[in-house]
């Protein structure tokens, strides 16, 4: 995400470095780089003079401390109006009511059903009790393409079998989630390939009829200013709560993400950054702002790994740390709970620094841990539960069911120890004491 704009952006700012101060020539200068990398980033012409015009009243305006050079300065106050474009603060959902009903609207192929598996298990391990409604009545196989998703999730799917009306299927659907005691309805309605009277005329019917306690209007960030143009013209219609960005992981360049608040006056809530069910990120213009300038967003990363974390299953391994019974049983579950945290590539983009390190580097999700995860499938339960006992012969039949070499079991049979040795002094307190001593 926003590779482009970052690297530009970071460009462009380095033309104060050496400055003395802040003056009117070498902002200006340094502000036609920063309107030019907005403008690459599909920024709309308005929104990027708006944003520059913004940074210069401030810079001008600002007394830069002698402690803090104009760069750094420069920087913060980007930084800040980044954030003010996107949005402040982050917008949560609105879910009042009994059941609270949350309508999902959107253009076809933006990835609106996609969306509504997605919000639908976010708020299953909120502890919400969650109904998704089939109300795409008009695209074939909708309807099933959702209830495949929600059965992926374990979410129930209400739909009515050849009614057209998706009016009557949303208002059954809450009557329904009324009497079982569902906490929320999620409503999944009908995109076209472009905004039309008749898809306005539509969507306006369905929220006049359901009353949702929150509208949210999801697009494809990777359309750029279509998007943010089909969003205005949505709040025009619907007058929605919030946008949801989908194929976020896809979208280098950033400038929907910038120009939505700004054109439209609506809030991002969510992002979508990838085809996973858990691929779904609350909104936080502060934080993709720091990403855009290269910070990093270590905040996010460690929201992630405790989304994965598991207190029972931590006590347990815990235990078997103690005993010296870690075994590759274990270290399978760990990996899938890394894996279950999104793309690795954009996990290390959130450490400070790691974005710059490896813009260049094409890291395959399923590619990183394929062969890992062939070779301990390969091992027999008795070889997984006793790493000791893999002795040549062993590991010769292991490379030859995986797939692989001996040199790559080898090599995980090495990792695998060295992080049984790594957790063990974490627990015994000697690997603080080592790296102590190395201060």
Known sequence: MFENLSEKLERSLKNLKGEGKITEINISE???????ALLDADVSYKVAKEFCD??????????VLTAVKPQQMMVKIVHDELTEFMGSESSSINLKG???????????GSGKTTFSGKLALYLKKKGSKVLLAACDTFRPAAIEQLKTLAEGIGINVFSIEGEKDP????NAAIAQARVEGYNVVIVDTAGRLAVDEELMQEIRTMHQAVKPSETLFVV??????????????????????????????????????LSVKAVSGKPIKFVSTGEKMEAL?????SRVADRI??????????????????EKQAREMKKKIAKGRFNFNDFYDQIQQVRKMGDIKDLAGMIPGMDRAIKDVDIDNDKAFKGTEAIIKSMTPYEREHPECLNGSRRRRIAMGSGTTIADVNKLIKQFENSQKMM????DGSLAARLKGMR
């Open 98 to 108: 009994s059941p609270a009903v949350v309508l999902v609207a959107g253009l076809n």
């Open 424 to 427: 063990k002094m974490a627990m």
């Open 30 to 36: 340094t502000l036609k780089e920063v309107r030019r």
């Open 293 to 310: 300038l290269g910070m990093g967003d270590v905040v996010s990363l460690v929201e992630k790994a405790q989304e994965q974390y598991d």
């Open 54 to 63: 913004n940074v210069k009243k401030k810079a001008i305006g600002s007394n």
């Open 281 to 285: 990120d609350v909104f936080y213009p």
């Open 167 to 170: 009016v009557k299927v949303a």
């Open 220 to 257: 494809d960030a990777m359309t750029g200013q279509d998007a943010v143009l089909s969003a205005k013209a949505f709040n025009e219609a619907i007058d929605y709560d919030g946008v949801v960005l989908t194929k976020m992981d896809g979208d280098t360049r950033g400038g929907a993400a």
